[in-house]
């Protein structure tokens, strides 16, 4: 079914998903996106839905890896929302880098395990525009005891 559909918004809706809302995590200390040049930075973005954060915890101690690649996809949901936002319609989104940050014990050694999750959404969803650069690493802590944190840079098309 999502291979027949024609458009992002076409292929998210055949997933049975949705762009959340904006606003949440929302800070005063940072934006959720800036633009600089045809370059758009989105900030970290967490596994929010609805307002609230998904799960907490150190993935390999707290949260299993099949976990973690929920919250992951969820989180790269939320950054396309913001994409999305900054370009006008997510069917103009392409995504050029994603850095997805996993809070995981130092012998996990799973983080691209995770990372895949959201790059397969992403690639589900946008197709070839979808396709992008990507670091996942291994860290102690992320923001309210988060198991992942993604942050993307994205261009118009």
Same mark, same amino acid.
């Given at each position: 079914m999502v291979e027949t559909a024609t458009t992002a918004t076409d292929r998210?809706?055949?997933?049975?998903?949705?762009?959340p809302a904006l606003g949440f995590g929302a800070s005063p200390h940072?934006?959720?996106?800036?633009?600089?040049?045809?370059?758009?930075?989105?900030?970290?973005?967490?596994?929010?839905?609805?307002?609230?954060?998904?799960?907490?915890?150190?993935?390999?101690?707290?949260?299993?890896?099949?976990?973690?690649?929920?919250?992951?996809?969820? *989180?790269?949901?939320?950054?396309?929302?913001?994409?999305?936002d900054a370009v006008g319609d997510l069917d103009r989104v392409r995504v050029v880098q994603m850095l997805v940050f996993?809070?995981? *014990?130092?012998?996990?050694?799973?983080?691209?395990?995770?990372?895949?999750a959201a790059s397969d959404l992403l690639v589900e969803v946008l197709g070839e525009n979808g396709r992008h650069a990507r670091t996942a690493i291994g860290v102690a802590g992320l923001p309210r005891n988060s198991p992942v944190e993604i942050q993307m840079v994205c261009t118009a098309v």
């Amino acid at each position: 079914m999502v291979e027949t559909a024609t458009t992002a918004t076409d292929r998210l809706r055949a997933l049975g998903l949705e762009l959340p809302a904006l606003g949440f995590g929302a800070s005063p200390h940072f934006v959720n996106h800036k633009a600089v040049d045809s370059s758009i930075y989105i900030s970290g973005q967490l596994p929010y839905r609805d307002g609230v954060l998904l799960g907490q915890g150190i993935v390999g101690r707290d949260v299993d890896v099949p976990a973690a690649r929920g919250f992951a996809r969820q *989180t790269a949901l939320n950054a396309l929302a913001i994409a999305a936002d900054a370009v006008g319609d997510l069917d103009r989104v392409r995504v050029v880098q994603m850095l997805v940050f996993v809070a995981s *014990t130092p012998d996990l050694g799973e983080q691209s395990r995770v990372a895949d999750a959201a790059s397969d959404l992403l690639v589900e969803v946008l197709g070839e525009n979808g396709r992008h650069a990507r670091t996942a690493i291994g860290v102690a802590g992320l923001p309210r005891n988060s198991p992942v944190e993604i942050q993307m840079v994205c261009t118009a098309v």
